[in-house]
């Protein structure tokens, strides 16, 4: 029978990775045994032989991966934000930055370059993470000049929804 596991058993894996900087491979090997132990890993779903019930793996690999890249990337921008927001007077505008390969959403790649004033309620929807490898870079007054940026205004959009 599988126990429970408890989000405090994944969510103290990468608590700990976190403050570490733990590789994702250093998070499995250490998380591992709790997941095995509780049944979420394994050698995969066998049927009991008294019920047919399955049990056994219930969480792959790519999911625990998605999992630690979601909260590692999350985190990140939590502080990237506030590294953004304690400069924004040298650095008042925001440009989102899309990877622009072949894995980047269509819609992701038209917002590539979007900006905006830091301070614009845009970001509050735009700001990352909203699909991972894309990044929002702080710019200067001289950035917009020297890289002819256009700085865009959600204002008259806010303002329909009003």
Not at 17 to 38: D, H, I, M, W
Not at 47 to 53: C, V
Not at 141 to 150: A, E, F, G, P
Request: with cysteine.
């Amino acid at each position: 029978m599988l126990t429970w596991l408890s989000p405090p058993d994944i969510r103290n894996g990468l608590t700990d990775s976190l403050a570490n900087g733990s590789t994702y491979r250093e998070f499995v090997n250490n998380l591992q045994p709790v997941l095995e132990a509780k049944g979420w890993i394994g050698k995969g779903l066998v049927a009991d032989p008294e019920t047919g019930e399955l049990q056994g793996k219930q969480l792959t690999p790519r999911r625990l991966q998605t999992i630690f890249d979601t909260n590692i990337q999350s985190s990140y921008n939590a502080g990237r934000y506030q590294q953004q927001m304690a400069n924004v007077v040298d650095r008042p505008y925001l440009e989102r930055v899309a990877v622009m390969d072949t894995h980047t959403r269509p819609k992701h790649a038209a917002l590539n370059g979007f900006t905006a004033r830091a301070d614009d309620p845009v970001w509050e929807y735009l700001y990352t993470p909203d699909g991972y490898g894309c990044r929002i870079r702080a710019r200067s007054q001289s950035d917009v000049d020297k890289y002819d940026l256009n700085v865009q205004s959600s204002d008259p959009l806010f303002r329909q929804r009003n």
